[in-house]
């Protein structure tokens, strides 16, 4: 099969190289599935599970992405809740081989199923975006009607579904970003928007809920804006600056097919809309992967036309 592969994380996504690899197997309780669209996340060649194992063995050339939509082709000894032919989505194991291949060797539970209706580059789009939007909300986060939450970088790929579901919810959103966000933002939904180069985040007053998705500098910031009895909720790391009464959490999202579901059916039903910003073949991934200019939303991989 072809896949997309990398060896040298000093080299980034320029090292990523379109190669031949042997067709997965699969093990005990997966599938294999015929991936007709991956998702991607900039920072995954920063992660140490791209490069090693469990055991911190090397384990290149390593095939990254772990968002996909596709179609079950085998099932392993054991494997049940799945059918070959049936049309899927899921994230993949973040220490195995993942989607940016033609096939790929998955853990069942890993899957939720696409509806015939729903594109497969949208359904790849979510995964990650999804899930932690609804884990950082709704699991993390306890977000309740009438709250005040922060969504940093409120028109990206994660942003986006964040700020739809938390007014879904009953949240007072303001989000964050670039002058060039705002109007992004505000048309998914959020209430206010603060231009973090040119506006001053602390104007915004004390709120209910920080889903942190930067870190560093703004992430201090942020949680100095949570009120006593409040949440902040991060992706990027421990949070560095201590809450004056409230509960500080860092969590790596997870597959749950559950949650995929409610996030499809949103989908569905118009109350969700993802934010692609760019779609390429796997022939051109590489390069959409090094864009000469910023792109924001969820760069999309159709691996099949």
């Known amino acids: 099969m072809k896949a997309i592969v990398v060896t ?13 690899r042997p067709d997965p197997q699969p093990s005990i309780n997966d599938v294999v599935v015929r991936v007709h669209a991956s998702g991607f996340v900039n920072t995954e060649l920063d992660w140490p599970s791209t490069w090693a194992d469990r055991r911190d063995r090397d384990r290149t050339p390593s095939i990254p992405g772990h968002e996909l939509a596709g179609v079950v082709t085998a099932l392993g ?44 580059a949208a359904g790849a789009s979510l995964p990650i975006s999804g899930l932690t939007a609804w884990q950082g909300l709704v699991i993390h986060g306890r977000l309740e009607p009438g709250q005040r939450i922060i969504a940093h970088g409120a028109a990206g790929a994660v942003g986006a579904i ?3 579901l938390a007014r879904e919810l009953g949240g007072y959103v303001i989000g964050t970003g670039r002058a060039a966000d705002r109007d992004v933002a505000l048309g998914f939904g959020a209430n206010e928007f603060v231009d973090l180069d040119n506006e001053s985040l602390e104007a915004v007053g004390e709120v209910d809920l920080v889903l942190d998705l ?42 749950d097919r559950a949650q995929l579901t409610e ?31 910023r792109r924001p939303g969820k760069t999309v991989i159709r691996v099949r036309p």
């Open 8 to 20: 040298d994380q000093a080299a980034g996504t320029k090292g990523m190289k379109l190669m031949e």
């Open 77 to 120: 000894y054991g494997t049940t809740g799945l059918s070959i032919g049936q049309r899927v989505f899921g994230l993949a194991d973040w220490y195995r081989d993942g989607s940016f291949a033609e096939y790929i060797a998955i853990e069942a539970r890993n899957l939720a199923p696409l509806p015939g209706d729903v594109d497969f």
């Open 162 to 164: 964040v700020t739809q």
């Open 214 to 255: 930067i870190g560093g500098e703004i992430g201090k910031r942020s949680a100095r804006l949570v009120r006593a009895g409040g949440r902040m909720v991060s992706i990027v790391g421990p949070i560095e600056e201590p809450l004056k009464d409230g509960v500080a959490i860092d969590f790596v999202v997870e597959a």
């Open 263 to 293: 996030i499809i059916n949103r989908v569905r039903d118009g109350r969700l809309r993802t934010n692609i910003g760019t779609i390429a073949s796997l022939d051109d991934a590489v390069a959409a992967f090094n864009p000469t200019e």
